[in-house]
């Protein structure tokens, strides 16, 4: 799978390149008019640093050209001092610059392989995930094809009766292509969520993506007896995301609070409470809260820990994996107990209107 390298918004990496342009502009003058013993050249490797964070490799070696390029200009153009010195010390800048720049798209070469490591396990977990809910994910692709059959046989009745009964087998047949539909939106979700496509961010509603992830969740949610309750607000703002990864965040929470739930015996009701809102002005929130085993208060500050786990079969990577697509989107996530049992976890995205800023 291949994953896109950092890409600054726009607008900042706009402010980089003028940040850039000044500072390389500034370092040249000063540089030309200090004698040719003073090796202020050397300081366009802070310019090559700040391209490293602006743009991509062939940007970031153009710029690094361009410097250098101005040191050899502004060594011919120094009226004063002694030129043997003045060599020496373009030279000196020419191979810092050099060097800087090798070390730094090492640097960034090694960030991008993380992070393709990183959707890589994500993609992995995502994969066990649907692993897990393949019995309730047949259940819910078998019910509307079981409603097809129904309609079907209706359908041959109503067509066969004398005379023909077309507008009932015409009501058959549309609810024949409705039920196909869902069955087909739920594989399509399935596949969305199994494909190992690259991180792709839209601005979308949260609410959306709750749902999305509820649909693949909901029988087992039912098989567990348990009451899921989604208070979404109305007037989110859109958030700038990936649907599929956040998608895998709620699905990893919800499946944590069943696991929970599923966890304690007893009387205590099986609450599932999904909820969306506002946080602040700058962020939405997503709640998932539910009244299993509860957090352990010594393991409480590792849950986010790749590899803890406290469950039989558990990898203990999804809270992990949730953690760094939350915080690659620009969000936090957390986990708190709640006072009458259970646990809450909870994340917040960033809004455009916190993007733009
Ligand atoms: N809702 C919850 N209630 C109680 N404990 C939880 C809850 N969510 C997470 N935990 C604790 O945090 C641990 C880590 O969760 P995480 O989702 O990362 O891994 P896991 O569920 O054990 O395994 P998997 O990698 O299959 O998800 C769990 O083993 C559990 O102890
Ligand atoms: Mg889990």
New binding site residues.
């Given amino acids: 799978m291949k994953t896109e390298p950092r890409v600054l918004p726009r607008a900042s990496s706009t402010f980089l390149a003028i940040v850039i342009v000044v500072l390389a502009l500034g370092i040249f003058i000063a540089d030309t008019v200090t004698e040719l013993e003073v090796a202020v050249a050397v300081f366009y490797v802070a310019v090559v640093l700040v391209a490293v964070g602006a743009f991509q490799r062939r940007g970031v070696i153009l710029v690094s050209a361009a410097c250098m390029a101005l040191t050899v200009i502004s060594y011919f153009l120094t009226p004063t001092g002694a030129p043997k010195s003045g060599l020496i010390n373009s030279l000196i800048s020419l191979a810092a610059i050099g060097v800087t720049t090798y070390l730094a798209m090492k640097i960034a070469s090694a960030e991008v392989a993380a992070h393709e490591a990183r959707a890589q396990l994500a993609h992995i977990?995502r994969i066990?995930t649907l692993g897990e809910l393949t019995a309730s994910i047949a259940h819910e692709v078998n019910q509307p094809l079981a409603a097809i059959v129904t309609s079907g046989n209706a359908c041959q009745r109503w067509l066969g009766a004398e005379p023909p009964n077309v507008e009932k087998a015409r009501q058959a047949v549309e609810r024949m292509i409705g039920d196909a539909n869902r069955a087909s939106d739920i594989i399509g979700r399935v596949r969305r969520l199994a494909r190992p496509a690259p991180p792709r961010k839209e601005w979308l509603n949260l609410n959306e993506t709750i749902q999305d992830a509820l649909v693949l969740a909901r029988s087992e949610i039912a098989t567990h007896d348990i009451t899921a309750r989604v208070t979404v607000a109305d007037d989110l703002p859109p958030v700038l995301m990936d649907r599929v990864l956040v998608q895998q965040v709620i699905l990893?929470l919800v499946?944590?609070?069943i696991?929970?739930m599923a966890a304690v015996r007893g009387r205590r009701p099986r609450d599932l409470v999904i909820s969306s809102a506002r946080d602040g002005a700058q962020a939405v929130r997503v709640t998932v809260r539910?009244r299993?085993?509860?957090?352990?208060p010594a393991?409480l500050p590792h849950?986010f820990d790749a590899f803890?786990?406290?469950?039989k079969d558990?990898?203990?990577?999804?809270?992990?994996i949730s953690r760094s697509i939350i915080e690659d989107h620009g969000g936090r996530i957390w986990?708190e107990p709640q006072a009458d049992g259970?646990?809450v976890?909870a994340f917040t995205l960033p809004t455009s209107r916190a993007e733009m800023a």
Avoid: F, Q, S
């Fill in positions: 977990a066990t990893n499946m944590n609070a696991e929970a539910d299993g085993a509860g957090l352990d393991g849950i803890y786990t406290t469950k558990g990898m203990g990577i999804g809270l992990a986990a259970g646990a976890v």
